[in-house]
């Protein structure tokens, strides 16, 4: 069974920081690339952030650029979101995805959210 098990989220005051950490179990972690998404009320789930699977070249979101910082521990079959700078508008879930390719039958897995609300 694969689980994802977000965990670091929490109310925090504009330019506070936050680090989000993401457990997995049920596969293979060091193969699969993972991204962090977010999804804030009334909104479209956004992507934010990913990383391949031996780290590397990372990529996000314009609006998180130069404040977010997307790592991975693969012993610890771990990725993280380090959260600097948070302003209002990045209140959301925050999910945890493993992304499916369907070359590598591979599943897309989610995580269940964790609620990141900024505010003063």
Do not use: H
């Amino acid at each position: 069974q694969v689980q994802l098990v977000e965990s670091g989220g929490g109310l925090v005051q504009p330019g506070g920081s936050l680090r989000l950490s993401c457990v997995v179990s049920g596969l293979i972690f060091s193969i699969r690339p993972m991204n962090w998404y977010r999804q804030a009320p009334g909104r479209e789930r956004e992507l934010v952030a990913t990383i391949p699977s031996l780290g590397g070249t990372t990529n996000y979101a314009d609006s998180v650029k130069g404040r977010f910082i997307i790592s991975r521990d693969n012993a610890k079959k771990s990725v993280y979101l380090q959260m600097n700078n948070l302003k209002p508008d990045d209140t959301a879930v925050y999910y945890c995805n493993a992304p499916g390719d369907s070359r590598r039958s591979w599943k897309d897995y989610w995580g269940q959210g964790t609620q990141v609300t900024v505010s003063s």
